[in-house]
């Protein structure tokens, strides 16, 4: 395992661009390998998580290749896939793991599916729940991967989403594809909607109204040419490091603006953020433009309630801007936290004690007591191999008084094998 030194930095300046979205990337290969036709994904995320998506739906017998900078998928229809007589192995993804699953309770074929020793921690159940409710049927270690899935015919279902999870919402929506009947969900508090915009863009038959999607299977979906936004997750360790940092710009091309993912902008701006938005387009379905952010005066907010899942993914490298900023950040209502790669909530309260910065946690979250900007403590800081922990303090490390260290940096090749790269770029010492 690999330990970097990052930072300090005096400034950050610079125009970059982040690769595809870690989310649409993976759909694109799912729903390009449902429809029918050639499905030629442009800035596809070229990362350990979406390289082995492809590798599984290969498996399932989707021919997959790439020329030139963009991959083409030559889909069959939803009932081309073929049984692997390989369990199918997601690495570290649980958006693979279960939006896959979704798709294979659909098939009458049985299949296995497992990933790393992260993702045979996390709860496979809230997915098992519902896709067996339609009719699926499942073995698994307790609610945890390995799962066998046993599909069938399944029918269509209504079913309330007992949290907010665009991967639980997405695998139904795929299975309810192929079901008998229509389905409808209900979102409590609104998550991602990637998989309903790229759905729709592709024709399947799916509808939208107050907080409720609805599917009716039967009609077959068509390829059609995606471009992949750049990563807002990505994008947002170096916004925050703009805004940060003294005497900086930094401007973050092409970005992607789903407003179910810009959480991270309205919450920096809330706290004095200057960040404004420029050539703002759409894109198959989804809207795009740059982000620009210049050094900043951050104060302490409260965040919860619905914002939670528009910046989920956000809150470690939030939690590392909410500690530089003056005043108290308060954290609620994010308990998801605790079932991502790593138990988030426990992860960043560790690495922001030993960097010097005073916090308590909540069962659902943390007050945050930000240093009103001193330069964070020298230490070593373990990443406990969760990729966005590792970019969090590697940005606290630019405004470290003499940088961080950091464990286990290879983690990043989960999302944005290029991280580093970018972090010499823009970082001027
Ligand atoms: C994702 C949904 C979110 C997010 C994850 C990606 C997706 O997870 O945290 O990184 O692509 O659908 P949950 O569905 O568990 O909230």
Do not use: W
């Amino acid at each position: 395992m690999k330990k970097m030194h990052v930072g300090p930095a005096k400034n950050c300046r610079k125009t970059v661009t982040v690769q595809g979205d870690k989310s649409i990337s993976h759909r694109a290969i799912i729903i390009g390998s449902m429809a029918k036709g050639t499905t030629i994904v442009s800035n596809f995320l070229e990362a350990e998580d979406t390289l082995n998506t492809i590798k599984v739906y290969r498996e399932l017998g989707v021919k997959i290749e790439k020329t030139k900078n963009k991959y083409y998928i030559y889909g069959r229809g939803a009932g081309s896939l073929r049984q692997s007589h390989e369990a199918l192995y997601v690495g570290n993804s649980g958006t693979n793991i279960r939006l896959t699953m979704g798709v294979l309770s659909a098939k009458n074929f049985t299949s296995v599916i497992t990933g790393d020793g992260q993702i045979v921690k996390r709860p496979m159940g809230r997915v098992i729940e519902p896709l067996t409710l339609m009719g699926a049927k499942f073995e698994s270690n307790q609610g945890k991967a390995p799962v066998t899935i046993l599909g069938g015919t399944l029918k269509g279902i209504e079913y309330k989403l007992p949290m907010a999870s665009a991967q639980v919402k997405s695998a139904v929506l795929l299975a309810a594809l192929g079901a008998r009947g229509k389905t409808t969900i209900k979102e409590p508090i609104v998550s991602r909607d990637h998989t309903e915009r790229m759905l729709k863009y592709f024709g399947a038959p799916i509808t939208q109204s107050k907080g409720v999607i609805t599917v009716k299977p039967g009609k077959e979906m068509k390829a059609k040419p995606v471009f992949v936004p750049g990563d807002i997750s990505s994008a947002a360790y170096f916004i925050i490091a703009g805004l940060m940092m003294k005497n900086s710009v930094i401007r973050v091309k092409n970005v992607g603006l789903n407003p179910t993912r810009t959480g991270i902008i309205e919450v920096m701006k809330k706290m004095g953020g200057r960040i404004k938005i420029s050539g703002l387009k759409v894109k198959n379905n989804e809207p795009v433009g740059d982000v620009i952010s210049s050094t900043s005066r951050l104060k302490g907010v409260t965040i919860g309630g619905a914002m939670i899942p528009k910046l989920i993914d956000e809150i470690p490298v939030i939690a590392v801007a909410a500690a530089f900023a003056a005043g108290k950040t308060v954290i609620r209502d994010a308990k998801e936290l605790r079932y991502k790669e790593t138990d988030r909530i426990e992860t960043v309260i560790k690495n922001l004690r030993r960097i010097g910065v005073k916090v308590e946690e909540l069962p659902d979250g943390m007050v945050i007591h930000g240093n009103g900007g001193v330069p964070f403590k020298y230490a070593d800081i373990d990443s406990f191999s969760d990729h966005r922990i590792a970019m969090a303090f590697s940005v606290a490390a630019l405004s470290g008084e003499n940088g961080l260290l950091i464990k286990d940096v290879e983690c990043v090749n989960t999302s944005f094998p290029d991280f580093f790269d970018i972090m010499k770029k823009i970082s001027v010492k």
